[in-house]
């Protein structure tokens, strides 16, 4: 049989035959796995990633297996591309996939590692379906949107639930319904409750109730027109949230409810709160974890013993939210200082520490372009400590090493992250080793003393979005230092990384005999990860972005160490714990 008509032979009963395609994985067991589909309807920025995680959290409590997706509009493949100043923080997973945000929600509040499997984008399933079209996998067959693009969709789904073994997937669409880039994920999603069968999928639909200034009074219609646009694509909504900035009333419930078949206990105000870590609470109370259990008939598959248990841990955690009588102010100096979206990990890991320690933190944004020498003691006034976070390009970086300087000489607690540890590398060059042309070559290509270059690895791939050091990594500690101290006196720790350059091998030896301490280093090749200071309450950089993996309940030890230092800058007479004992006392 020649290659074609072999290939015709194998999908001939899915491409001419019959009008059902749907690929569906090896070992696949229809019914074994269920699914929550969240979808957005009257505008974006309603909180679907929030909604989604902490529905997920509340049933993974429980003792169930969650695994969440985000299914993503855009024609990118991933996210790697993308400005945050636009489109918020890029995410990186362990395996490297540089991922939306919301993925970072997902694996705080679930505290589980994901991977590329947890998200798609359209140019991903586009990219997917065209190849399989030049590979001949559709032969005889012209390849459309319906079946074709919604089966790549449904075996992305698919092939998650396997590889999880999750007993809950949740999936949640990006964008509004109405949006002509997600519509034929909402397709497939209403594909694929029809084909697993009744008592599989639940359907949430996420609202918005507006009420306008001068009415006075919360007003249904836009909603109601919203889950109608729904309705018309085929879904019934199981679960209606109706998010609003004030507690949503009940009449405008009960006309939702008469308007969309949706029982109106299942019509739920979901106002706006202070914290996302309230919300699991909100749902609990509304009852809605329950639901989603009778719904998706799973009753038999949890354990109370176990959600008792985790429950008390998070209520440990909410509580404390609520008991942070201390505040100090942390400077972050940033290109992207307008848009909070772009630091979110940041700012999350910051709380996660704060939150651990007792105390708030207000954060002072730093805009460093026209910060120097002779104006870093004004742009750094009231600071008790200071983040360089990453960062590309030159803008700013000269006021940026002005801070390091500051913060090295003034003994102010410095965590620098990424671009950060570079800045405290070049500044340290510079004004202790008498390396006064000491630079990145990212920011001056023809500098005479490269302290920082691009790493050799990534010299020979081209093509932006290709060539960065990207994911998971091992990191050797040197035992005895701060970094080893605070990591619970361990060999190694793995972190994640985005970045093109590092620290020049040629130049390790003269920054270690003037006082710098690498004491985190690739395994087996010469790339410095971590570096720190004697004699400093607390000055450390990392080659990484430990703020990605800071957990609720396991705060990230460096920014404790940070805000333990900066707590006591700013209460001197307290004798309180430096970062080391801090850190221990968390754990
Ligand atoms: N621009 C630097 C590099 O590519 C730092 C990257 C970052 O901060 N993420 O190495």
């Known amino acids: 049989m020649s290659k074609e008509n072999e290939l015709l032979a194998s999908v001939s009963d899915v491409s001419t035959e019959s009008e059902f395609f749907s690929p569906i994985p090896k070992g696949y067991k229809k019914g074994k796995t269920r699914y929550v589909f969240v979808m957005g309807t009257v505008m974006s920025g309603l909180g679907k990633g929030i909604f989604s995680s902490c529905m997920a959290k509340l049933l993974q409590d429980k003792g169930l297996k969650v695994a969440p997706i985000k299914l993503e509009g855009y024609l990118n493949v991933d996210s790697g591309t993308l400005n945050p100043f636009r489109h918020g923080e890029v995410f990186v997973l362990d395996d490297g996939m540089e991922c939306d945000m919301d993925l970072g929600t997902y694996e705080r509040l679930l505290d589980q590692d994901l991977s590329k499997a947890n998200f798609a984008t359209s140019g991903q399933i586009f990219s997917a379906v065209l190849n399989k079209e030049r590979h001949g996998d559709y032969l005889g067959r012209d390849v459309q949107m319906i079946p074709h693009v919604t089966g790549e969709v449904k075996l992305k789904l698919r ?125 609990r109370e509304n009852g809605l974890d329950f639901q989603v259990i009778r719904m998706l008939k799973i009753e038999d598959r949890i354990n109370l013993q176990k959600e008792r248990r985790e429950w008390g841990k998070w209520c440990d955690f909410t509580e404390k939210m609520e008991k942070m009588d201390r505040q100090v102010t942390i400077g972050i100096t940033g290109k992207y200082i307008t848009v909070r979206d772009s630091y979110a990990s ?128 091992d990191i050797d500690l040197k035992p005895q230092t701060l970094a080893w101290k605070i990591f619970g006196k361990k060999d190694s720790v793995r972190m994640r990384f985005r970045h093109r350059y590092e620290v020049d091998p040629k130049y390790i030896e003269t920054l270690e005999e ?71 006392a968390v754990k």
């Open 159 to 283: 092939e998650l639930a396997m590889k999880s073994k999750a007993d809950v997937v949740f999936v949640e669409i990006g964008g509004t319904v109405g949006d002509l880039e997600n519509a034929y994920f909402i397709e497939a999603t209403r594909e694929l409750a029809y084909e697993e069968g009744p008592g599989s999928c639940c359907f949430v639909a996420l609202t918005y109730i507006l009420e306008p200034k001068t009415l006075g009074e919360q007003k249904s219609k836009a909603a109601q027109l919203g889950i109608k646009q729904l309705m018309q694509c085929g879904v019934q909504p199981d679960i209606i949230a109706c998010r609003a900035g004030s507690p949503v009333n009940e009449k405008a419930r009960q006309k939702i409810s008469i308007y969309s078949n949706v029982p109106f206990e299942r019509v739920i105000s979901l106002p706006d709160s202070a914290s996302i870590y309230m919300i699991p609470a909100m749902l």
């Open 346 to 473: 940041i700012i999350n890991a910051l709380e996660h520490a704060g939150i651990a320690l007792g105390c708030k933190e207000s954060i002072k944004w730093i805009d460093t372009t026209d910060v120097d020498d002779s104006n870093v003691a004004e742009a750094l006034e009231g600071v008790d400590g200071i983040i360089v976070p990453g960062g590309f390009g030159t803008r700013g970086t000269e006021g940026k090493i002005a801070c390091v300087k500051y913060a090295r000489e003034n003994k102010m607690p410095y965590l620098g992250l990424c671009f950060g540890f570079q800045m405290a590398v070049i500044e340290f060059a510079r004004n202790v080793c008498g390396l006064k042309n000491a630079n990145s070559t990212e920011i001056k290509p023809k500098c005479s003393e490269p302290v920082i270059d691009i790493l050799p690895e990534q010299k020979e791939i081209e093509g932006l979005g290709g060539n960065m050091r990207l994911g998971g990594h």
């Open 514 to 584: 003037k006082g710098l301490i690498f004491s985190g280093k690739a395994p087996n090749l010469p790339i410095m990860q971590i570096l720190e200071l004697k004699d400093h309450p607390f000055f450390m950089g990392t080659q990484a972005h430990p703020c990605l993996t800071s957990r609720p309940l396991r705060p990230q030890p460096m920014f404790v160490g940070l805000v333990a230092a900066a707590l006591q800058r700013h209460y001197p007479d307290e004798k309180l714990p430096d970062c080391e004992k801090a850190v221990q």
